[in-house]
């Protein structure tokens, strides 16, 4: 078994920065791949990146540019700076890991945390 915690989530104004931090613990060598998806209010849940063990990223189209994944693998963490944040990145957001290298559909993950909440106001 693999324990993700997420942490970093918060209230924000338009335009400011959050940094997302994401915590692996237990049977860490399955997690070749950690990724972050989101779920806004009434949306289903979202791809939005995801990093391999050799660090290679992947994200979604609609936060190229202001989104940054980062992991490391000593310390078994994930972090996904957002940067220039906008209302409609109000999501909860979570941290997942998966044995696969950069899989983008979330039944492709098999560990999840439990979420952080983002909430941006305008």
């Known amino acids: 078994q693999v324990q993700l915690v997420e942490s970093g989530g918060g209230s924000v104004q338009a335009g400011e920065s959050l940094r997302l931090s994401c915590a692996a613990s237990?049977?860490?060598?399955?997690?070749?791949?950690m990724g972050w998806f989101r779920q806004g209010p009434g949306k289903e849940r979202e791809f939005v990146a995801v990093?391999?063990?050799?660090?290679?990223?992947r994200y979604a189209d609609s936060v190229k540019g202001r989104f940054s994944i980062s992991r490391n693998n000593p310390k078994n963490t994930v972090n996904l700076q957002i940067n220039s944040l906008k209302p409609e990145d109000t999501a909860v957001y979570y941290c997942a890991a998966s044995a696969r290298c950069l899989p983008e559909r979330d039944n492709e993950y098999n560990y999840w945390g439990q979420g952080t909440q983002v909430t941006v106001s305008s």
């Open positions: 990093a391999a063990w050799s660090g290679v990223t």
């Open positions: 237990g049977r860490t060598f399955n997690t070749n791949a």
